[in-house]
């Protein structure tokens, strides 16, 4: 008697087991190399002001001054242009004993006094103090302008509705609605001068 035959069914090539191990493998390394690719196809956006050219990247708008030093601006510099305020000189700061930035714990200054103490060289014994007394400067050293002397600085920076960039002496007042866009802009005016 004959052997039956069989015939043999193939699977189709795509529904092979090793199709399948080869194709999920070339799936997961291609996942893990576009991953590590920066694949961002937004451009940097760059903004040109007093000759500088400004990158915002994530910590503000950066740029680099003829001595190579990096200057950040939380606020976009194209934005300070409508910005007025007196010219003032930062570096008689730098050659003081000390400085204490006097603040308001209530007002919201932190973003200000942060752009100030990365962009402006202040000496190394800097203090945060209050300007007036109250319960969340229970820990913090009362000092205002009249404080200031030949060897300690006073920046104090104080909410208000009006406007005011005075420099006499030591002692330095920001005072208005926005300090963190005044301060920007006498940083940004300082090292254009």
Request: contains cysteine.
């Amino acid at each position: 008697m004959k052997d039956p035959l069989y015939i043999e069914k193939k699977e189709v090539w795509y529904k092979q087991k090793k199709f399948l191990t080869i194709a999920l493998g070339i799936f997961l390394i291609s996942i893990m190399v576009l991953s590590a690719v920066n694949l961002n196809t937004d451009a940097e956006e760059e903004v040109t002001y007093g000759g500088h050219t400004f990158v915002q990247t994530s910590f503000g708008w950066q740029t680099y001054l003829d001595s190579g030093q990096q200057l950040f601006l939380t606020t976009n510099p194209e934005d300070l242009a409508s910005v007025f305020v007196p010219a003032v000189d930062f570096s008689r700061f730098s050659t003081l004993q000390k400085v204490y930035v006097s603040v308001n714990m209530y007002d919201d200054v932190q973003p200000a006094v942060y752009d100030l103490q990365r962009d402006i060289s202040l000496p190394a014994q800097t203090d945060i103090a209050c300007y007036e007394d109250n319960d969340l400067c229970a820990n913090y050293p009362l000092k205002t302008c009249e404080d200031a002397s030949f060897t300690v600085g006073v920046i104090q920076l104080q909410q208000a509705n009006e406007t005011l960039v005075q420099q006499k002496g030591n002692c330095l007042l920001i005072q208005g609605k926005d300090l963190l866009m005044l301060t920007d802009k006498l940083i940004l005016d300082y090292y254009d001068a």
